[in-house]
């Protein structure tokens, strides 16, 4: 087997494209003594180098794709019959009902026959490995399906009787009950709008706010940490509607405020907050100490180290924190009942005035007669998850370490057939390798 | 009382004769303790101009507490307190009205622990000290380079100035802290084991960029490596820290005595491998 540091001690200088074995004999150029005496698949220009077998995955017992042949036979005959002896049990012989009960003992019966077939095949320990894999595999499954399954139905739901045209360019002023096709004449551009506004705003206010309380819980450090600590952590599992009803109480009953989106961003906030200071918090905990002494060795004051070091190296996952806290307060329904209140018309100044907002349209339509406000309370449900959607691939994209300008890839060959970690880089002039 | 500090630009510090920059620092009466617990007593000790002096000793006897102490870094760990005093040519950078953060800028430091940063480029990590400090350097790719040629990096990374830092092997992280350290034209340069996490190969690059560094910045480092001090130094402080007693300095001197004639017996089991 050859190791990784043959694979570097026998490197040459520059990347040599690796060319296979079928074009490096037709090329006439190539002397005989050049070609590999064991017959390796693989032959450089230059030095001749031993060939380097394939890689390989290692096998692993509790990865999913590794189950195959009897492993299937077993899990398909396992929960075969434990339906069936689920089911015998369940409503034939006892007086159980409900399919809740019914798919937990299904559950759990699967789960112990599958540990017994397979430990007939392999030892048992093998085979509670595979049990524990199953287990995971379907909590996975679960999860995916519901997120699935509730996309798909908002979707189903939503899709047919949406009127793009309509939707985004109107509001709910127009809507009468008798007419035939109402939903050409409503939309929910009040509510995007709405939304749109009090969610810029709480990000615009909470956010700085979340990073700089995270800083001083992490980097700044004192006597209140714990405090704030505590204070945060209570706040994050305050409920939402709190919220709105302390924004109702403070602001708006004593006349401070008029019924806003800028109230219901307010509220908003006190959501954002504990949640992105915490995730900041622990994203900032990650960055390794000897960065920062690093920097201060440097010269640097503290709050250089803290904005030029400390957070572009956690960049990746404060973008991320500060996305995933966003998502969260979009859909927020709560804190606006009192504070947005909520509007059939367009108001696109979030300062005064009652303002819709997306959870508020899904709130007040779906609960009404007519079919036309409920299709439509759907459609602000799908317009709703397709901007936390479009949040969550944002996250990822933007919260991606940033791009490197002059990458060893580009330097490799481009018909490269093996992964790249076999393939060593060497390093100009670094007589270590 | 200012360390006459200055922000003069790229330019105008190399203007300067080289030979003028490396300092002398002087460590007196210096104590050091953790949460009240005492753990180096009363170190008084030299480090020349333009020499490198090596810390030696056992593990745990005080020789990094020194080290940081050397450039207020010992100050940064929670619940650290410290007594005495040390000069950097004279001005006491303990002294009231001096500020760590400009201490740390004459005095630089390299850790155990190759640390460049990730988020930075390699020509970026190199000019980080001058950006922090708020100093534009005249031509940023001359100091680029020469600082990588000091430290013995450039012909290996000239071409990949852009990659960020972390994409060096182990051994030219350690080189790019070493250039991003001199970038700043300290006069001391501490060293806190700088070559344990490295491979021989590296280790030997390594020391030989601390010789070629020397005749410009006193160079002051903690090794475990007998054969390292003895290649890199020209004196030696044998640190040592007996049962529950704090570290202190059992003897200094040049390198060629403390190795060839120790007059402590405690000092020549250690140096000839014989102790503990």
Redesign the interface.
Known sequence: MTTDSDLQSTAPTEPVPITSRAESVSSPGLGPGLHSAAGGSLLLEQPPRPSVPRPKRLPSPIRPSDIGGPDVVVLVAAALSSFCLVWVVFYQLTLLSGIFGFLVCWYALFLTLVWVGTAQLVERQAATDRVVAVVVVTAAALIVGIVVFIVVWVAAKALPTMHWGALFTKDQKNFQVAQTDALAHVGILHAIVGSLEQVLLATVLGVPLAVATAIFLNEV?GRGVRLVRTVVTAMSGTPSVVAGIFIYSMLILTHVLPYSGFAASLALIVILLPSVTRVVEEVLRIV?S??R?????????QW??VW??VL??A?SGVVTAVLLGVARIVGETAPLLFTAFGSQVLNANPFVHDQGALPLVIWSDVRQAQPVLIDLAFQAAFVLMSIVLVLFVAARIFGR??G?????TARRPADDVLPRMFVPVP??????R | MSLALGRRTGASRRAMPETSRAGEIEAQGVCAWFSGRLVLELVDLDMQRSKVTALIGPSGCGKSTFLRILNRMHEVVPGAQLAGSVKLDGLDIYGPGQRAVDTRRHIGMVFQKPNPFPAMTIADNVLSGLRFSRMSPANRDDLVEEMLSKAGLWNEVKDRLGELGGALSGGQQQRLCIARALAVRPRVLLMDEPCSALDPTSTLRIERTIKEIAHEVTVVIVTHNMQQAQRVSDHCAFFLAEENLPGRVVESGTTTQIFGDPVDARTADYVHGHFG
């Open positions: 450090g390794p000897g960065l002494e690093a920097s201060l060795a440097l010269g640097a004051p250089r180290t030029s070091v572009p190296t960049r370490t940033k490197k300008k002059g990458k060893a390093m100009e002039g670094d007589p270590g």
